[in-house]
Nanobody, 121 residues
């Protein structure tokens, strides 16, 4: 199985920046697509950005041009650089990863416990 641990959250003023990290550990034969999702109070969890193992990226319209997702395959780590933060970006951010425990096994899904990002003046 895979354990995901997020770090780098916190509080920042509007217009500020934060960088989230998520490291995968455990027993697996490969980590595939990784991504970030977020959930604000009273709202459904939504996609923020995803990245394939080959570094093909996808962004929600609301963050495109402000957020950048990247990964280090050697470290099994995904990053989210968040710039020009707005109050609407306030949410719990969750890391997600697809992985295989066996070479010919199914692709499974893992979630991190989440980390809070608060944008407020």
């Amino acid at each position: 199985q895979v354990q995901l641990v997020e770090s780098g959250g916190g509080s920042v003023q509007p217009g500020g920046s934060l960088r989230l990290s998520c490291a995968a550990s455990g027993t697996f034969v490969g980590i595939y697509d990784m991504g970030w999702y977020r959930q604000a109070p009273g709202k459904q969890r939504e996609l923020v950005a995803t990245i394939t193992r080959g570094a093909v990226t996808n962004y929600a319209d609301s963050v495109r041009g402000r957020f950048t997702i990247s990964r280090d395959n050697a470290k099994n780590t995904v990053y989210l650089q968040m710039n020009s933060l707005k109050a609407d970006d306030t949410a719990a951010y969750y890391c997600n990863a697809g992985f295989k425990s066996r070479v010919f096994g199914p692709t499974l899904n893992a979630w991190g416990p989440g980390i809070q990002v608060t944008v407020s003046s």
